[in-house]
T-cell receptor
Framework: DAKTTQPNSMESNEEEPVHLPCNHS???????IHWYRQLPSQGPEYVIH???SNVNNRMASLAIAEDRKSSTLILHRATLRDAAVYYC????????FGPGTRLSVLP | NAGVTQTPKFQVLKTGQSMTLQCAQD?????MYWYRQDPGMGLRLIYY???????DKGEVPNGYNVSRLNKREFSLRLESAAPSQTSVYFC????????????????FGPGTRLTVL
């Protein structure tokens, strides 16, 4: 099964950049890398996705390693509203959300 | 647009009781999904429907049945609830067909918190 590994938790100060890492060593050549986040007591929400190139949108940037076995979600200026669990996923045999990284943002 | 809606928001069942969780989306999406999330865990796929008229098992389908009633609605049924099914259940939908489609941005509902005593 497709599997990703992420740190259990990370902490950031408000208005500082945050780099959330993800390892996906079992990724195949055609699997996209997706990031979702889950705010407290809500369903997950889509953040960003990419295949090989770095990607930017209004929420975040995604940096993908050249060998595609790891990626980093970048929040350029963390706000208190960014405190959430962040999930990194790629599509393999099953679509699996792992435990994710719990991001705390300190004022 | 309401997006993805789920009913009920909360439910308490006794072991052996049955119930159906309802999900509807108003985005004209092709695919719909049911997940469960246990405390401190990620989400696990129970069943999905890649398109109207089709359903497929996910990672943890045992103890559940689903019905894709039409393009808008996808229900999840517990025929004989067990304490191990205590969880938060999320419904999701996506425009593209199937969970492995590369552009598959999924939109999630607010969840149903189910407790089985």
């Amino acid at each position: 099964d497709a599997k990703t590994t992420q740190p259990n938790s990370m902490e950031s100060n408000e208005e500082e950049p945050v780099h959330l890492p993800c390892n996906h060593s079992t990724i195949s050549g055609t699997d996209y890398i997706h990031w979702y986040r889950q705010l407290p007591s809500q369903g997950p929400e889509y953040v960003i996705h990419g295949l090989t190139s770095n990607v930017n949108n209004r929420m975040a940037s995604l940096a993908i390693a050249e060998d595609r076995k790891s990626s980093t979600l970048i929040l350029h200026r963390a706000t208190l509203r960014d405190a959430a669990v962040y999930y990194c996923i790629h599509y393999g045999q099953n679509f699996v959300f792992g435990p994710g990284t719990r991001l705390s943002v300190l004022p | 647009n309401a997006g993805v809606t789920q009913t009920p928001k909360f439910q308490v069942l006794k072991t052996g009781q049955s119930m159906t969780l309802q999900c509807a989306q108003d985005m004209n999406h092709n695919s719909m999904y049911w997940y469960r999330q246990d405390p401190g865990m990620g989400l696990r796929l129970i069943y999905y429907s890649a398109s109207e008229g089709t359903t497929d098992k996910g990672e943890v389908p045992n103890g559940y049945n689903v019905s894709r009633l039409n393009k808008r609605e996808f229900s999840l049924r517990l025929e004989s609830a067990a304490p191990s099914q205590t969880s938060v259940y999320f419904c999701a939908s996506s425009e593209m067909s199937g969970p492995r489609h590369p552009y598959n941005e999924q939109f999630f509902g607010p969840g149903t918190r189910l407790t089985v005593l």
